[in-house]
């Protein structure tokens, strides 16, 4: 099979590599789609955090959202059979410490994220090995671009971990990428009664629109802090969800969040930030909390998908054959301005 490996910053190539048996637990997934992210550009480029902290080692076959067929399964699987599409969690657990034993899969402290951390082979490639208790069914009602957003859906799910919403609450969503556009479709789902969205491409900001933003903010043209307190009596909102990993971002979902409010932090910053007023946050009672994921997410996902009458494709923005991925990399600057999900379709 072929799949798409880097080497270093930079330094990607196609190579031809054996298609992954299925035995045991595991099967054998033939990828239909697989979404570009923020963090698979980074490992191409070497700016990744991961990186530096050397938790990413090259060479890395990259890529983490996916979705697929089922094409063999070992003698062991249990609830799957050839033909079944599929998603999987972009963790794989060991499947034998204690906790794995149990079935505490979420609790592995062996797991291998795929395509990234400790990495398990990634879906940039024709075929994907994956463990039966790793592994979901996508359901009927949606299709195999939504089921490769399933992942980034399930990080801007995390911004309402234990937050209730309603509709007499705002929300505010900073960034454009798929993850904030992400938030703001999840926000709306839940019912939050006024969604706020932020960024600065008018191109984008109608894809916030469509996905169920209520009001627009342009930062480019008008201070958002100022703009937010303005609609809301000089209170702030209730939940200010920040996805840039802009540090003048962060500042400013700090700012516009009301007492006892909480920013919810959907990005990587690649650096440490310094000069953070935690005396602010702290004389307002606000609460910071991160969020990437969690167990159990992305079936909530997937369930939302089936059901919901928004549909959240407005999110991808280009769709490029595999064997073009490489030349869309390096071409990437050409795109900055217009992409915002790339889907990579598999013959």
Same mark, same amino acid.
């Given at each position: ?7 270093? +910053? ?5 190579? !031809?590599?054996?298609? *992954?048996?299925?035995? %045991?637990?595991? &099967? ?30 090259? *060479? ?35 499947? !034998? ?23 398990? #082979? %990634?879906?940039?490639? !024709?075929?994907?090995?994956? /463990? ?6 996508? /359901?009927?009602?949606?299709?195999? #671009? ?5 992942? /980034? ?17 705002? $929300? ?7 993850? =904030? ?20 491409? +008018?191109?984008? &900001? ?5 996905? =169920? ?10 201070? /958002? ?7 809301? =009596?000089?209170?702030?909102? !209730? ?5 840039? =990993? ?9 700012? &516009?969040? $009301? ?14 930030? #310094?000069?953070? *007023? ?23 996902? $997937? ?10 494709? +407005? ?5 490029? $054959? ?26």
């Amino acid at each position: 099979m072929k799949a798409l490996t880097v080497y270093g +910053p930079y330094d990607a190539s196609y190579g !031809e590599t054996p298609i *992954p048996k299925a035995e %045991g637990r595991f &099967m054998t997934v033939k990828v239909e789609r697989a979404g570009l992210c923020a963090t698979d550009i980074s490992i191409w480029t070497g700016n990744s955090s991961f990186i530096t902290d050397g938790l990413i080692k090259y *060479p890395c076959r990259f890529g983490h959202e996916w979705a697929g067929t089922v094409v063999a399964v070992g003698d062991d699987v249990k609830g799957f059979k050839v033909g079944d599409r599929v998603y999987s969690d972009s963790g794989i657990s060991c499947g !034998e410490c204690a906790d794995c034993q149990a079935g505490r899969y979420h609790k592995c402290q062996y797991t291998r994220s795929v395509g990234t951390v400790n990495c398990w #082979d %990634g879906c940039f490639a !024709e075929y994907m090995s994956i /463990p039966d208790y790793n592994a979901y069914h996508v /359901p009927d009602a949606i299709s195999f #671009d939504e089921a490769a957003l399933i992942e /980034p859906l399930s990080i801007s799910l995390d911004a309402f971990h234990n937050v209730k919403v309603g509709e007499d609450t705002t $929300a505010v969503v900073i960034g454009s990428g798929a993850i =904030g556009l992400g938030a703001v479709w999840v926000a709306k789902y839940l019912g939050v009664g006024r969604v706020v969205f932020i960024g600065r491409s +008018p191109r984008k &900001m109608e894809v916030a629109k469509q996905l =169920g933003a209520d009001i627009l903010i342009n930062s480019n043209e008008v201070d /958002p802090v100022e703009e937010v307190r303005k609609m809301t =009596g000089g209170a702030g909102a !209730e939940l200010v969800v920040e996805t840039s =990993g802009a540090y003048s971002a962060l500042l400013q979902a700090l700012y &516009m969040t $009301a007492k006892d409010g909480r920013v919810s932090i959907l990005s990587f910053y690649e650096k440490n930030l #310094d000069n953070f *007023p935690m005396d602010y946050l702290a004389l307002n009672q606000i609460s910071v909390v991160g969020g990437a994921g969690r167990y159990g997410n992305p079936q909530q996902i $997937a369930e939302i998908m089936a059901t919901y009458s928004v549909k959240a494709t +407005p999110i991808i923005s280009h769709h490029i $054959a595999f064997e073009d991925m490489h030349q869309f990399l390096k071409d990437l600057d050409q795109y900055k301005k217009t992409k915002i999900k790339v889907m990579i379709e598999f013959k």
